[in-house]
């Protein structure tokens, strides 16, 4: 087993958390992987809970949601690309409670969220100074699953663009069902494609798209496991097929999957583990399917969120419980292990990457 060759990649990170509005609650680091160093930025107080975060790189923009149980939001930043300093733009309300998620489509001119706790999706036009304006649909899912606590009623967890089409997944936890929505990035409208039933007690939460098949890695929170399904692009209709556990057939604790990422050559797929404490390693095969390789300690407790590094060997894990970051390298198999880098953040659950251009030669 061998390191990969670390590169000279740099990058830009910002840490969402679930710290309140009075606090620092967005860390900003850069990563300088000729180096190996993981060096502090700025820190933005104002927004409560910004648990989950999206980038929009090309116009410098961060948008977060502020999940909190009374109404939640929607802000949107300007970020510094030399250094992540952050200067907000504007903020809208969710129509709901606890917004979990958000992604910005590829013309940057719309803004999509979930409600988890109110089950619903938000559709926001965005003007070309960076505001998000305010709603132009909501959508309200209904339904419910067979976890007492967990499932009494819709929760969707997340809102992903599929590749390469105007479609995007939304993963409901609380129905067990995936819908598949299509953008009319012109009317600045969501219409429904299909939904897809799951298995009951799953809990599909978030989703990694193949780089190069219409496959596309469901990571199911309730059961422990990653779902394969295909995709049509055309008709969005989803056709699952084999399931893998998220932990070893040995453990017999409690768990919870949380993120799952794939690299960007479609070698290699990461799954984290809230209970087992641990990041999931799996080969994927030339026809889809996925090996496991093992699986390594997050290096601290409740490893909600992790981000793949591009053009380095690196994967950079949230650790909520333990209220740390912990930077992990690869191996040429897909094995992990800890770099030594760990830096406190309080309650991370979310970490969104950057790739900077310029780059610093090794000295």
Known sequence: MTDRVRGTARHLIFTGTYEPQDRPSIYTYIFDAARERLEPGPVYTG???????AVDARSQRLFAVSETVTEGHVVSFHYHPQTGELSEISSQPTGGTEPCHLSVDETGRWLLAVNYRTGSVCLYPIDSNGAIQPMRQQIVHDGQSVHVERQESSHPHAIFPIPG???WLVPDLGADR?????LDTDMGQLSRKSITNTAPGTGPRHVAFHPASPWMYVVNELASSVTRYAFDPLTGELTSFETTPAVPESYRGDNTTADIHIEDDGSFLFVSNRGHDSIAEYRVEEDGTLSPIGWTPSGGQVPRN????PGTPYLLVANQASNNLVLMRQSDDGKLKESGIDRTVPSPVCIQAIRMDTAIAPQ
């Open 165 to 167: 089409t105007p479609l």
């Open 306 to 309: 992790f981000a793949i590094l």
């Open 178 to 182: 995936l819908y598949v929505y299509e």
């Open 47 to 53: 927004i409560a809970h910004p648990s989950f975060l």
